[in-house]
């Protein structure tokens, strides 16, 4: 944008625009001069689209985009992002493989206000991550990585897409906070598509509404915010009752129905208005009947806004059909799967096994599965319109997410069995691994043959390949899908309680090669007390442990190895999430912890060590697994780490340093001796560590390695092992 004249000009004048036969943009109306203009709307309102047609994403079949004067609507995406307009799109769209590091690099603008440096002055959760890759960071963290991405651009128009989807408050608010300085600054406009009316209020002068594709109303921001009467007109929000989640309107002045639940006697209810009226015929002419008011749970609406029909989108009083104690559910995507999920269906109840369809369709279609996708869809935070977007890459999003929160609701599942490919894999694998350990866990799919570990995760999942595709039923597909069913019958007939009473409680315990001798010297102390479990501290090793704590299953823990933390803040390919420790956080279990193998970082292969650590220290394991020694600089930011996440276990903790040496490589003559390195690591915990009457911090002066050390963790376990919290976790098992 040229410097000298009107700034941050950007002009839409009646922009159409067209998927198909599908007339998404209708005539949009837009001027942005300058600070912060909000366009807000629901789901599948155009608004996403709007963003698509100003970055040349999506061509406009007519009207007019100009910025700075300048047509855009005839220009590349590249183009428009070198004239001076950033884009922050829905979803982040950020390269997994890549660093933080690596994004804010390639994306910094020579000479601009904003560098990678100021990035991380603004964001410092962002230099604290800075190593690591972008599928490594939490949602608040991609979004903050998105954000720094595009203003590192150097923009004079700034395009943010729902940028607080899915944040947590307090992310939400430091969104807020950079938007207000950026329009005090006057550095660049921002056109902000928002459905959250209270973040769109808070920072923009003028907000849009948009529906339908077209833009219905333009009014001052503070108007909108202080009157909810007028966001229930305009935009079809708010709530009837704080018992109930937020409705999806009617239209202006109409409350929602009641919930309707399948089959059921009627109930009926005089004095209903019109649009309820209407809703009751329409439920019955479904199949449907009202249940009582005094089971109303919260339903949710969806109203026709071009005929005025309402049809429910979600009865949470739905009986199964028949006696489904213990059902086996049947998930995927009917609307293209129906053969084959049909043919599992029925061929568990051959083996009288009891199964039930749950459809995970994002098409809209009408569905005959015993639970329809618009009542898996309903249990997403914002209703079911947030699913049936139109778009395939949010609306799987989306359904992903409402299928876990619906099965976490749910009781006595007896199993799960899906068949997919890609998208459908993921909407129910994701959900799969929400369910406890035990619970059986089909997923017949057609990337089973490749690397597993994103849709498996810690969960005990059984994956099948479908060999051919998840497209029709033929004499392979048949063979397939008739042993998964079989699989599955086999588990469910065999599902019993293993942990007979009186037998030992289970105890976790972390290990990794140059620990082998700690784990293996506490492992023979333990006697028949208890049982051990021994995880492999690989990233998912760890999240297996915590999977099992907090199903209940551990009853405490001696989690002596606790490498993977290395990985996650360098950079390196075992690495834990952001919730290691947080089981024990949650459960507070007795915990016995320490810094085993904390003085490495993994990676593969020599030639797969990123660049940047060219001039370390290395250890090759063998020709697939190379060792970095951790500096002095990184151990301090280890010892951080742990002592922050211990300081919030309120549990009976007792967390043990070794102050010979914390693995068979970082000891006196062997490769990764460095005392500096050690004391860093050391000192920093103990100067944190914030002790209490259940939390204790000791210091053991031999190896982790050393018998004395497997005596002394003993001997705080034994310490921890009475506490009441112990037997009575010991008595749940």
Same mark, same amino acid.
């Given at each position: 944008?040229?410097?000298?004249?009107?700034?941050?000009?950007?002009?839409?004048?009646?922009?159409?625009?067209?998927?198909?036969?599908?007339?998404?943009?209708?005539?949009?109306?837009?001027?942005l001069s300058e600070g912060v203009h909000?366009?807000?709307?629901?789901?599948?309102?155009?608004?996403?689209?709007?963003?698509?047609?100003?970055?040349?994403?999506?061509?406009?079949?007519?009207?007019?985009?100009?910025?700075?004067?300048?047509?855009?609507?005839?220009?590349?995406?590249?183009?428009?992002?070198?004239?001076?307009?950033?884009?922050?799109?829905?979803?982040?769209?950020?390269?997994?493989?890549l660093t933080v590091d690596d994004h804010?690099?390639?994306?910094?603008?020579?000479?601009?206000?904003?560098?990678?440096?100021?990035?991380?002055?603004?964001?410092?959760?962002?230099?604290?991550?800075?190593?690591?890759?972008?599928?490594?960071?939490?949602?608040?963290?991609?979004?903050?990585?998105?954000?720094?991405?595009?203003?590192?651009?150097?923009?004079?128009?700034?395009?943010?897409?729902?940028?607080?989807?899915?944040?947590?408050?307090?992310?939400?608010?430091?969104?807020?906070?950079?938007?207000?300085?950026?329009?005090?600054?006057?550095?660049?406009?921002?056109?902000?598509?928002?459905?959250?009316?209270?973040?769109?209020?808070?920072?923009?002068?003028?907000?849009?509404?948009?529906?339908?594709?077209?833009?219905?109303?333009?009014?001052?921001?503070?108007?909108?915010?202080?009157?909810?009467?007028?966001?229930?007109?305009?935009?079809?929000?708010?709530?009837?009752?704080?018992?109930?989640?937020?409705?999806?309107?009617?239209?202006?002045?109409?409350?929602?129905?009641?919930?309707?639940?399948?089959?059921?006697?009627?109930?009926?209810?005089?004095?209903?208005?019109?649009?309820?009226?209407?809703?009751?015929?329409?439920?019955?002419?479904?199949?449907?009947?009202?249940v009582a008011p005094d089971r109303w749970?919260?339903?949710?609406?969806?109203?026709?806004?071009?005929?005025?029909?309402?049809?429910?989108?979600?009865?949470?009083?739905?009986?199964?059909?028949?006696?489904?104690?213990?059902?086996?559910?049947?998930?995927?995507?009917?609307?293209?799967?129906?053969?084959?999920?049909?043919?599992?269906?029925?061929?568990?109840?051959?083996?009288?096994?009891?199964?039930?369809?749950?459809?995970?369709?994002?098409?809209?279609?009408?569905?005959?599965?015993?639970?329809?996708?618009?009542?898996?869809?309903?249990?997403?935070?914002?209703?079911?319109?947030?699913?049936?977007?139109?778009?395939?890459?949010?609306?799987?999003?989306?359904?992903?997410?409402?299928?876990?929160?619906?099965?976490?609701?749910?009781?006595?599942?007896?199993?799960?069995?899906?068949?997919?490919?890609?998208?459908?894999?993921?909407?129910? /694998?994701? $959900?799969?691994? !929400?369910?406890? #350990? %035990?619970?059986?866990?089909?997923? =017949?799919? +057609?990337?089973?043959?490749?690397? *597993?570990?994103?849709?498996?995760?810690?969960?005990?999942?059984?994956?099948?390949?479908?060999?051919?595709?998840?497209?029709?039923?033929?004499?392979?597909?048949?063979?397939?899908?008739?042993?998964?069913?079989?699989?599955?019958?086999?588990?469910?007939?065999?599902?019993?309680?293993? /942990?007979? $009473?009186?037998? !030992?409680?289970? #105890? %976790?315990?972390?290990?990794?090669? =140059?620990? +082998?001798?700690?784990?293996?010297? *506490?492992?023979?102390?333990?006697?028949?007390?208890?049982?051990?479990?021994?995880?492999?501290?690989?990233?998912?090793?760890?999240?297996?442990?915590?999977?099992?704590?907090?199903?209940?299953?551990?009853?405490?823990?001696?989690?002596?190895?606790?490498?993977?933390?290395?990985?996650?803040?360098?950079?390196?390919?075992?690495?834990?999430?952001?919730?290691?420790?947080?089981?024990?956080?949650?459960?507070?279990?007795?915990? *016995?912890?320490?810094?085993?193998?904390?003085?490495?970082?993994?990676?593969?292969?020599?030639?797969?060590?990123?660049?940047?650590?060219?001039?370390?220290?290395?250890?090759?394991?063998?020709?697939?697994?190379?060792?970095?020694?951790?500096?002095?600089?990184?151990?301090?930011?280890?010892?951080?780490?742990?002592?922050?996440?211990?300081?919030?276990?309120?549990?009976?903790?007792?967390?043990?340093?070794?102050?010979?040496? *914390?693995?068979?490589?970082?000891?006196?003559?062997?490769?990764?001796?460095?005392?500096?390195?050690?004391?860093?690591?050391?000192?920093?915990?103990?100067?944190?560590?914030?002790?209490?009457?259940?939390?204790?911090?000791?210091?053991?002066?031999?190896?982790?390695?050393?018998?004395?050390?497997?005596?002394?963790?003993?001997?705080?376990?034994?310490?921890?092992?009475?506490?009441?919290?112990?037997?009575?976790?010991?008595?749940?098992?």
């Open positions: 944008m040229a410097r000298g004249g009107v700034r941050h000009a950007l002009a839409i004048r009646e922009l159409h625009v067209f998927y198909g036969a599908s007339h998404a943009l209708q005539g949009v109306n837009i001027t909000a366009v807000l709307g629901r789901n599948g309102m155009g608004k996403t689209t709007l963003c698509n047609a100003i970055m040349g994403i999506k061509k406009a079949s007519s009207g007019s985009i100009r910025f700075d004067g300048r047509e855009l609507t005839t220009l590349p995406s590249h183009k428009i992002a070198s004239m001076g307009v950033g884009y922050t799109p829905q979803g982040r769209r950020l390269w997994p493989s804010l690099r390639l994306c910094q603008r020579k000479g601009g206000a904003w560098t990678v440096d100021r990035v991380y002055a603004q964001f410092p959760r962002l230099a604290e991550r800075r190593w690591n890759g972008g599928g490594q960071l939490s949602g608040g963290e991609q979004q903050m990585l998105a954000l720094s991405r595009a203003l590192l651009s150097d923009p004079d128009l700034l395009i943010l897409d729902e940028p607080t989807e899915g944040l947590a408050p307090v992310i939400v608010d430091q969104v807020i906070d950079l938007m207000k300085t950026l329009a005090e600054e006057g550095g660049c406009a921002i056109l902000l598509v928002e459905q959250n009316v209270r973040v769109a209020t808070e920072v923009a002068e003028d907000v849009a509404i948009m529906v339908n594709g077209r833009v219905s109303d333009v009014l001052p921001a503070a108007r909108l915010a202080g009157d909810r009467t007028l966001q229930q007109k305009l935009l079809g929000v708010g709530r009837v009752d704080e018992s109930a989640p937020m409705d999806i309107a009617a239209g202006p002045g109409t409350a929602p129905g009641p919930p309707a639940t399948k089959r059921g006697a009627a109930s009926e209810m005089p004095g209903q208005d019109p649009i309820t009226d209407l809703a009751v015929r329409t439920a019955r002419r479904a199949g449907w009947a009202y749970r919260g339903t949710h609406w969806e109203t026709n806004r071009i005929d005025g029909t309402v049809k429910p989108l979600v009865h949470l009083a739905d009986p199964p059909r028949g006696d489904q104690s213990g059902a086996v559910l049947v998930a995927g995507t009917f609307d293209t799967k129906a053969r084959e999920l049909g043919y599992l269906r029925d061929r568990l109840r051959v083996d009288e096994v009891s199964a039930r369809s749950v459809d995970l369709s994002t098409s809209g279609k009408p569905s005959a599965a015993d639970v329809p996708p618009h009542m898996i869809a309903a249990y997403h935070p914002r209703g079911a319109n947030a699913v049936f977007t139109g778009d395939r890459g949010t609306a799987v999003t989306a359904m992903t997410h409402a299928f876990e929160r619906w099965i976490a609701a749910q009781d006595n599942i007896g199993g799960i069995i899906s068949a997919a490919g890609s998208g459908g894999t993921s909407i129910a /694998a994701t $959900a799969m691994r !929400a369910l406890p #350990i %035990g619970v059986p866990k089909v997923m =017949v799919s +057609t990337v089973a043959s490749g690397d *597993v570990g994103a849709y498996v995760g810690p969960s005990d999942m059984l994956m099948m390949h479908s060999v051919t595709d998840v497209a029709g039923i033929n004499r392979i597909s048949r063979k397939v899908l008739g042993n998964a069913a079989a699989a599955m019958a086999g588990m469910v007939r065999a599902a019993r309680d293993d /942990a007979p $009473a009186g037998e !030992a409680p289970l #105890i %976790g315990l972390t290990m990794f090669g =140059v620990t +082998t001798q700690s784990v293996t010297n *506490v492992t023979e102390r333990l006697g028949d007390r208890w049982e051990p479990l021994v995880f492999h501290a690989t990233g998912t090793g760890g999240r297996s442990m915590e999977k099992l704590v907090d199903n209940g299953l551990i009853s405490a823990a001696l989690d002596l190895t606790t490498t993977e933390v290395c990985d996650l803040l360098m950079g390196g390919v075992f690495a834990a999430t952001e919730d290691r420790f947080g089981a024990f956080i949650r459960t507070r279990i007795p915990w *016995v912890g320490s810094v085993g193998a904390t003085d490495m970082v993994n990676f593969g292969a020599r030639g797969t060590v990123p660049g940047r650590y060219e001039d370390r220290l290395f250890y090759e394991h063998n020709r697939e697994v190379t060792l970095m020694r951790t500096t002095v600089e990184e151990s301090g930011r280890i010892g951080q780490f742990l002592v922050d996440r211990i300081n919030r276990m309120d549990g009976p903790v007792r967390f043990l340093i070794p102050e010979g040496g *914390v693995s068979a490589l970082d000891a006196p003559g062997q490769p990764f001796d460095d005392p500096a390195a050690r004391e860093a690591l050391q000192g920093t915990i103990a100067e944190s560590f914030v002790e209490t009457a259940n939390r204790r911090l000791i210091r053991v002066p031999y190896h982790i390695n050393d018998p004395e050390f497997a005596d002394a963790a003993i001997s705080a376990l034994s310490a921890i092992a009475s506490d009441r919290r112990l037997e009575t976790s010991r008595a749940a098992i």
